[in-house]
């Protein structure tokens, strides 16, 4: 297992946050140099509670399938005990839960730290996004690798090095850029060695990260044989890019079209096809960032056929629509830019309904933050403003206030679409996604009667802006523990670099049951070869 801990940060933290405060001072917001420097850290990392032993008294503790009010008690980063009135000694940190929600931490299937992109970097690495997650009661994220010049081997060093100033628990998927033997190889290393059990392909992004279909068909395959995984960014990357010369060609060059230039039709087609693709190879699939009716209407119909494949919306879908991307005001339009984008109103409603049917199983973020003067290399040109939003700190309190407040699912299913599923599909249940004895003390604490505001001047991302600035709502955590340590309490952040752990994914997760048998039933049903007698002349 790799692990990103490094006890010397603990040694030399105060002159690492002071250094690293000056170095930022001139180019973030204030909430970065709060989140990056550690003010407003209790001692800049140190966690308040000295004892390894929690007691979380009197919640109502909440798993996929169950709710109850009991205690859980917490011995050295792991779930040890879960009943009522679990007694104590004084050595023991207690926390009062009455009246709340005790919850598994969120996890995060979809983010993008540190990552290269559209000519800059995301502004958030992986310590000030993990900061800005764990106040937002999400405690571990899966982040996407991206290869180096195509190589996995090289883009995973990357990553872990990238990974070594974390503070929360993480995982990897892995994206497949290009296709030949080498990469095949390093699949298997990927997979048998490295602990990915996941490969994503991107159907846009012309001329970039793009994928054909011969090359998603062999990427499909190997999957397969490996027990991975696969992922689509669903976009038709070659009519997108018939688009963008459109929108240009009509004298639009602001972030309106960039919706312009693709539109649901677009989603819609490329999930049609990976669908397709993948029930070809018969092999699970997985739809990021569904951001349409389109989109969710191919999915929908293929998992009433049968077919596994997996839907996952952003909550920048969910809850926003595209009215942003008209403003007049260049940087306000320009937050917005995603993709796919986000579409017009009726979109997210029909997403929300989605998943409280069970057509979408899990909620992530396409966390990919960019500050305003990134977004501004696009100013005469919105093919050059970096694609990517916020949401990684916001997630839990929107999905809890649109999906529970608003009655449209249940606690049980909350945690299921925010923590347990994410965990079922990347084979890494019970261990994450519960609060079962055994499982790590990733725990949240949520008051369903307190309220929470969103600004982007007290958020923990580095980005200057948040989409979702100035929403409030019901619903607030008012307390996060990862692996056992009080990280986020009273509106402080208990967090440092290097504390946090690469977390393994073993492959032939639960989508896996069973394909050996479609398999079978399908050789059995082609009634071929047929034998047939040479003619003779």
Known sequence: MIMA?????????????????????SSVSESSQFCEAGIGYTQCGASPYSSSKILIKGGTVVNAHHQEIADVYVEDGIIAAVKPNIKVGDEVTVLDATGKFVMPGGIDPHTHMAMKFMATETIDDFFSGQAAA????????????????GSLSSGFEAYVEKAKKSCMDYGFH????????????????????????????????????????ELLLEGLKKCKSLGALAMVHAENGDAVFEGQKRMIELGITGPE????????????EATARAIRLASFVNTPLYVVHVMSIDAMD??????KAGQRVIGEPVVSGLVLDDSGLWDPEFKTAAKFVMSPPIRTSGHGKALQGGLSAGILQL????????????????????????????????RMHLVWDTMVESGQISVTDYVRITSTECARIFNIYPRKGAILVGS?????????????????????????????????????????????????????????????????????????NGIDKVDSNYLSSLRAPVKRSKATS
């Open 5 to 25: 801990a490094n006890p010397r940060f603990q040694m030399t933290l105060f002159p690492y946050c002071l250094t690293l405060l000056l170095s930022i001072f």
């Open 134 to 149: 764990l106040a937002g009661g999400t405690t571990m994220h899966i982040d996407f690798v991206i290869p180096v010049e």
């Open 174 to 213: 892995m994206a497949i850029t290009k296709w030949d033997e080498t990469v095949s190889r390093e699949m298997e290393i990927m997979v048998k060695e490295k602990g990915i059990n996941s490969f994503k392909f991107f159907l846009a992004y012309k001329g970039a990260l793009m994928v054909n279909d």
């Open 257 to 268: 079209g960039h919706a312009l230039s693709r539109p649901p039709v677009l989603e819609g």
């Open 298 to 303: 191919e999915i929908a119909n293929a998992r």
């Open 363 to 394: 909620v992530g973020t396409d966390h990919c933050a960019f500050n305003s003067t990134q977004k501004a290399f696009g100013i005469d040109d919105f093919r050059k403003i970096p694609n990517g939003v916020n949401g990684i700190e916001e």
């Open 440 to 512: 790590d003390a990733d725990i949240i604490i949520l008051n369903p009667n307190s309220s929470f505001g969103i600004s982007a001047t007290s958020h923990h991302s580095r980005s200057d802006t948040n989409v979702f600035d100035g929403r409030t709502g019901k619903g607030k955590v008012e307390v996060t523990i990862s692996r056992g340590r009080v990280v986020w309490e009273n509106g402080q952040l208990n967090v440092a670099p290097g504390s946090g752990n690469y977390i393994e994914m073993p492959p032939f997760g639960y989508l896996f």
